[in-house]
């Protein structure tokens, strides 16, 4: 205590706060060695870390905007490709429409040809028909207009020419005689209606 108080006596009130200059000198000599220290090998690590933690920050900001990025471009594609996926499902809708009425043309023109040649054939079998009955009924009746001439003669026609003739002329006025309506003409050929032959002397 004394010798504090003596060295407080001499130097003034300052010796309390300010170390002595020796203590100055090794403080800023050790200050400088540990700064150097640092400097020379902890803050270039220091900075290394930084930087690769800087570099790494900016290849994560990197990548997700690179992200962005493609999910934009990927949303774009996806909607080109709905509206082409849109646009080729309409095509084929017409195309389809369009094949479709062509198909049911065709159906129907194939429809009428065929009705046509099924008209064709039918009105050429009823014509057909309508001769074959013409001759079959030409021939009976005058078959039957032979057999009442020769019952109205009472012989036989043995002339061909002569009973052809008798036929044809009966056959002609025959058809032109106009129809009666409602009313049907009986053809009968049993012996009840049939004049009896005269019997010769």
Excluded: C, H
């Excluded at 994560?60 to 646009?87: H, I, P, T």
């Excluded at 429809?111 to 057909?128: N, Y």
């Excluded at 003739?165 to 009840?192: K, N, Q």
Aim: hydrophobic share 45%.
């Amino acid at each position: 205590m004394l010798p504090l108080a003596a060295e407080g006596g001499q130097g003034g009130g300052t010796a309390f706060i300010l170390p002595p200059l020796y203590e100055i000198f090794w403080a800023a000599v050790v200050l400088l060695l540990i700064l150097l220290v640092v400097g020379r090998y902890a803050l270039p690590r220091l900075y290394a870390v930084l930087d690769e933690r800087a570099r790494r920050i900016q290849e994560g900001l990197d990548l997700a905007d690179k992200a962005k990025q493609d999910q934009a471009d990927a949303e774009k594609r996806a909607a080109r490709l709905v509206d082409e996926a849109r646009r080729e499902a309409a095509r084929i809708r017409d195309n389809a429409q369009s094949e479709a009425k062509e198909i049911v043309a065709q159906a129907r023109t194939d429809a009428q040809a065929e009705a046509a040649g099924i008209v064709e054939g039918a009105q050429r079998q009823i014509l057909a028909d309508k001769q074959a009955a013409q001759i079959s009924l030409r021939t009976d009746v005058g078959m039957l207009a032979s057999t009442l001439a020769e019952r109205i003669v009472g012989e036989q026609l043995k002339d061909t020419a002569l009973s052809e003739r008798v036929i044809d002329r009966f056959l002609d006025e025959l058809e032109a005689m106009p129809p009666v309506e409602g009313v049907d003409a009986p053809v009968t050929t049993g012996s009840a209606s049939e004049p009896a032959p005269e019997e010769k002397p």
